[in-house]
């Protein structure tokens, strides 16, 4: 278990806030207990932030005035200048990560590691790190293409977004994800596994999805991390809160960051 209190690295997403604007959603946040903030600024699905309409200046403002400091963007399924983009705009808010997804199985495979080696580099010149998640469908699935993969990159900019619910989609276990990254794990997904998910469109119910609910064990997520000395951020996220009034979305992160230190400080 960690010695020490992990809830410094503790962030939330705005995803748990997706129905509201992004005003609305820092003032969510800024009710919990959390420090950081992800913000979302993934095309077609929720652009919290976008780096073509919003000013950097702007948005740090905007969440430093509700308390809190942005720890990431999440730009998934988003290539090439667009993912630039986002880099740009992640170094210039403060940002240290931005989140996204590798290439999928139909994008030919050098190609796609001389393409994420590019992004790995233009990252480095801006000071920032690319984590991408273990997401299936994509050359970062399965846990002998997430060993080769990153090898094929061998950028230390590009590293794995840990990310429970794709490793139980891809039919493999977390530990099995993470010895596969081998020491480049660059963030974690505070994200549990309704039993009822029955796929990437259909996550199950969100209380389900907080950790101390589902089916993951926090308890050995972190004392796994802890095996190999990892000091990346960890994101509340989980889906299927379009519904979900935001006073509950808010008291769910409150509890499931009560949870994960309980189970991650020794007794």
């Known amino acids: 278990m960690f010695v020490f ?20 959603a820092l003032k969510s946040l800024a009710q919990t207990d959390l420090t ?18 919003d000013s950097p200046a702007e948005v740090q403002a905007r969440v ?19 993912l630039v983009a986002r880099l740009e705009f992640a170094a210039a808010i403060g940002a240290p990560l931005v989140i996204g997804t590798a290439p999928v199985r139909e994008y030919e495979r050098r190609e796609a590691a001389d393409d994420v080696r590019a992004l790995g580099r233009a990252a480095q010149d801006l000071g920032v790190t690319l984590a991408l998640a273990n997401q299936i469908g994509t050359w970062l699935d399965e846990p002998s293409e997430i060993a080769s993969f ?5 950028h ?3 590293q794995l977004s840990l990310t429970p619910p794709h490793a139980r989609l891809a039919g493999t276990t977390l530990r099995a994800v993470a010895d596969a990254a081998d020491g480049r794990v660059g ?3 505070l994200w549990s596994v309704s039993p009822a998910m029955q796929n990437a469109d259909s996550l199950g119910p969100a209380e389900d999805q907080a950790p101390g609910h589902g089916t993951v064990d ?7 991390l802890d095996e190999r000395n990892y000091f990346g951020m960890f994101t509340f996220i989980w889906g299927s809160t379009e519904s979900v009034p935001a006073e509950e979305t808010v008291a769910a992160i409150n ?13």
């Open 5 to 24: 209190d992990i809830s410094t690295r503790f962030a939330g997403s705005t995803l748990l806030f997706r129905s509201l604007s992004l005003d609305d």
């Open 36 to 53: 950081y903030v992800d913000l979302w600024a993934t095309p077609g699905v929720l652009e919290h932030v976008d780096p073509m309409r």
């Open 64 to 82: 430093e005035d509700h308390n809190l400091r942005p720890s990431s963007i999440s730009a998934y399924a988003t290539f090439g200048n667009d």
């Open 150 to 154: 990153l090898d094929d990159v061998g």
């Open 156 to 158: 230390p900019r590009v």
């Open 187 to 189: 963030h974690t997904c």
């Open 218 to 224: 926090f308890r050995a997520l972190t004392a796994m």
């Open 255 to 267: 509890a499931a960051r009560a949870h994960v230190l309980d189970v991650s400080t020794p007794s």
